[in-house]
């Protein structure tokens, strides 16, 4: 059974930092793609980063510059370090993964950020 679990989120004040990690079991993790997504209440789910089985990484503008997508093979954990946190950044932030050419993905729960002073 595949498992996805974000950890990490929490309230921070903006300007502040958090960094977000999704622990994964029941997948060959270093052969899937993974991603970050958030939804704000509302609003769709949205695309914040991806990063492929081979490291190469995408980003939302809103994000760039700011966020940090990564993944541990070792640990089967990809993370999202992000830093310059605005109020707009708070949502439930996701965690995905699927396979190159392979119908169907995973996701997480979901944990939640909220950036407030």
């Known amino acids: 059974q595949v498992q996805l679990v974000e950890s990490g989120g929490g309230l921070v004040q903006p300007g502040g930092s958090l960094r977000l990690s999704c622990a994964v079991s029941g997948m060959i993790f270093s052969m899937h793609n993974m991603g970050w997504y958030r939804q704000a209440p509302g609003k769709q789910r949205e695309l914040v980063a991806t990063i492929t089985s081979g490291g190469r990484t995408n980003y939302a503008d809103s994000v760039k510059g700011r966020f940090t997508i990564s993944r541990d093979n070792a640990r089967n954990t990809v993370y999202l370090q992000m830093n310059s946190l605005k109020p707009e950044d708070t949502a439930v932030y996701y965690c995905?993964?699927?396979?190159?050419?392979?119908?169907?993905?995973?996701w997480g729960p979901g944990t939640q950020v909220t950036v407030s002073s």
């Open positions: 995905n993964g699927w396979r190159t050419g392979i119908v169907g993905d995973y």
